[in-house]
């Protein structure tokens, strides 16, 4: 009886760790993204290298045949990679990354900018007035909650901009 179940449990483990770990990528090396907004597609089933996401627990890139994952995002700078060695960086404030078997990755974002498109005086400015708001609301108010969230989204887009705010 317990040489069946020590043979049960070894294949259950063997074919637990046969579809949790990553096979090598495919000979293209290539991955589908979709990066969808409300508003917008950004891309539709592209082709791309890689994907860097800022998930929730911590950075990670997205490669070809990578293991299925779902990721809260926070808020932070996306980097797409494409196959000439080009990347392409945006602001994300937040939302979920779903990787799929078969290589492909959904990005869904309430909003996405193009750092290019980020002015890095505007973010300082902002970052420093959501900062006096928060310092003068009081305690535990929607006010001061409203006013931690524009200081920490204020910081992380400044973070991606290569800016120091303290």
Not at 16 to 23: E, V
Not at 59 to 83: F, Q, R, S
Not at 126 to 134: G, S
């Amino acid at each position: 009886m317990m040489n069946s179940l020590r043979r049960a449990a070894l294949r259950t483990t063997t074919t637990l760790t046969r579809r949790t770990f990553a096979t090598e990528a495919p000979g293209a090396g290539l991955m589908h993204l979709n990066f969808n907004l409300p508003q917008e597609t950004l891309y539709a089933s592209a082709p791309v290298k890689s994907v860097v996401v800022p998930g929730a627990m911590g950075e990670y890139e997205v490669t070809a045949d990578h293991v299925p994952i779902v990721a809260e995002l926070k808020a932070g700078m996306l980097t797409i990679n494409h196959e000439g060695g080009e990347s392409e960086k945006y602001f994300v404030a937040g939302g979920f990354s779903l990787t799929h078997e078969g290589s492909t990755t959904d990005i869904v974002c309430p909003e996405a900018v193009k750092l290019d498109d980020i002015d890095s005086a505007a973010v300082q400015k902002n970052y420093e007035a959501a900062k006096a708001k928060a310092a003068s609301a009081e305690a535990g108010s929607m006010e001061a909650a409203e006013a931690m969230i524009e200081v920490e989204v204020n910081r992380a887009m400044g973070g991606a901009l290569g800016l120091t705010l303290a």
